[in-house]
C-alpha cells in the first residue's frame, strides 16, 4: 500500500486479488404463519462456499484459501397498508480450510447481520420509513491506513421521508442517518490500537426522483455526513459532501440498467502530528442486469466512492463486480459471483 506525503491517497498493492464465490439459499415455502395476522416467519440456511487468493490482504506473498460459510437465520415478513414491519438476522461462521498455507485456519470466527425496516402508510402520499441494519464482518477499506484488514462492527440506523404529490410520477424523500462503527483484530499482526479507532457519523441529504417510466427513473440526491471519533486523539473527525444523479431502471423487458455519476468532496480533520488531507473526485455508480429468464439473471457493475480513512486520510475506492443467479423451486438461490477492488 503506497500513501502520497500530502494528498492521503492510498493504492492497495494486492488490488489484484479477486473473490468467486458459490451458493446455495433454502427456506421453507411460504414459511410458519403466525397468528390470525399475516405475518410469516422464514427459517433460512445460506451455505457458500468461497476461493480468496489473498486472505490476509498482503501486498506480498499472498495466501490464498477456500473458505467455507454456514449462516443460518430467521426472517419475518408482516406486510399492512397502515404498519409494515420486516426482520431479519443470521450468524454467520466463516471456516478457513487452510488449503495453502494451514495457518490461516485460525482465521475462522463467528459473524454475523441483521436488520429491521418499519414502513408506515404504504399506500399514501406520504411514506416514513425507519431502518436499522448490523453487520459484523471483515473490512479493507474501513482503516486502509492500517495496511492490514480489520473486523468491523457496524450499526446504521436510518430515517427516510419519501413524498408523492400528484400520485407518485415524482418522488421527494428527505432523509438522516446516524452510523456507529467499532474495529476488532483480523488477525495477530493486526495493530491492537484498531480498537481505538471506532467513530460515529451522522448524514443528511435528500433525493428527487421522477418516474418517467413506469419502472424507469431519473434522480439527483446530495448528502452530507460529519463524522466524530469515539476517543479523542486517537482517530479522525471530518465531514464530505456527495452529488449524484442519473437513470436507474429498465431500459427493455429483460435489461435493467444503473447510470449514475456525480461529485464527491472530503475533509479530514488534523490531529496529533497527522496532517488535514482534502480531496475531491468524481464518483460513479454504474451497472447493467440481464434477465434472460424469470428465475435467472447476470450482472456487472463498476462503483467509484470516495471515503474518509479513520487515520486522517482520505481513499478513492474503485470496485468492479460481477454475479449470476439462478432461482431453483422457489426454495434454493445458486450464486457465483466475482469482485475486484482497488483503494
Known amino acids: 500500500m503506497t500513501r502520497g506525503k500530502h494528498t492521503g491517497w492510498k493504492a492497495l498493492c494486492a488490488a489484484v486479488a479477486a473473490c468467486v464465490s458459490a451458493g446455495a439459499h433454502a427456506s421453507p415455502g411460504d414459511g410458519i404463519h403466525?397468528?390470525?395476522?399475516?405475518?410469516?416467519?422464514?427459517?433460512?440456511?445460506?451455505?457458500?462456499?468461497?476461493?480468496?487468493?489473498?486472505?490476509?490482504?498482503?501486498?506480498?506473498?499472498?495466501?490464498?484459501?477456500?473458505?467455507?460459510?454456514?449462516?443460518?437465520g430467521l426472517e419475518l415478513n408482516a406486510p399492512g397498508n397502515v404498519l409494515?414491519?420486516?426482520?431479519?438476522?443470521?450468524?454467520?461462521?466463516?471456516q478457513y480450510l487452510g488449503v495453502q498455507d494451514s495457518s490461516t485456519k485460525d482465521l475462522s470466527r463467528f459473524y454475523a447481520s441483521a436488520g429491521f425496516a418499519a414502513l408506515l402508510n404504504r399506500n399514501g402520499t406520504f411514506t416514513p420509513r425507519l431502518d436499522d441494519t448490523f453487520e459484523r464482518s471483515v473490512s479493507t477499506a474501513s482503516i486502509a491506513s492500517v495496511t492490514t484488514p480489520v473486523v468491523s462492527n457496524q450499526n446504521k440506523l436510518a430515517l427516510s421521508m419519501p413524498w408523492r404529490p400528484g400520485g407518485g410520477a415524482l418522488v421527494l424523500t428527505a432523509k438522516g442517518e446516524w452510523l456507529a462503527q467499532a474495529f476488532e483484530q483480523y488477525q495477530s499482526t493486526t495493530p491492537a490500537g484498531v480498537s481505538d479507532l471506532g467513530y460515529s457519523q451522522v448524514l443528511g441529504g435528500g433525493q428527487v426522483e421522477w418516474r418517467f417510466l413506469p419502472r424507469t427513473s431519473a434522480l439527483v440526491e446530495a448528502n452530507w455526513y460529519q463524522r466524530t471519533p469515539n476517543?479523542?486523539?486517537?482517530?479522525?473527525a471530518g465531514n464530505g459532501l456527495n452529488v449524484l444523479g442519473g437513470l436507474t431502471g429498465l431500459i427493455s423487458e429483460r435489461v435493467a440498467a444503473t447510470a449514475k455519476v456525480g461529485w464527491a468532496s472530503v475533509s479530514a480533520d488534523a490531529f496529533g502530528t497527522v496532517q488535514a488531507a482534502q480531496a475531491s473526485s468524481v464518483i460513479t455508480d454504474l451497472a447493467v442486469e440481464w434477465l434472460p429468464l424469470d428465475s435467472m439473471s447476470l450482472r456487472a457493475g463498476y462503483l467509484r466512492q470516495l471515503g474518509i480513512d479513520p487515520l486522517a486520510s482520505t481513499f478513492v475506492q474503485d470496485g468492479v463486480s460481477a454475479r449470476f443467479q439462478l432461482k431453483l423451486a422457489d426454495r434454493f438461490a445458486l450464486h457465483?459471483?466475482?469482485e475486484w477492488d482497488r483503494f
Open 336 to 338: 457465483v459471483g466475482s
Open 231 to 236: 476517543t479523542a486523539g486517537q482517530a479522525d
Open 84 to 94: 409494515a414491519v420486516e426482520s431479519t438476522g443470521a450468524l454467520d461462521w466463516a
Open 34 to 72: 403466525l397468528g390470525g395476522s399475516d405475518a410469516r416467519l422464514h427459517p433460512f440456511v445460506e451455505l457458500e462456499s468461497r476461493y480468496d487468493s489473498n486472505v490476509t490482504y498482503s501486498g506480498a506473498d499472498a495466501v490464498g484459501d477456500m473458505i467455507l460459510h454456514v449462516r443460518p
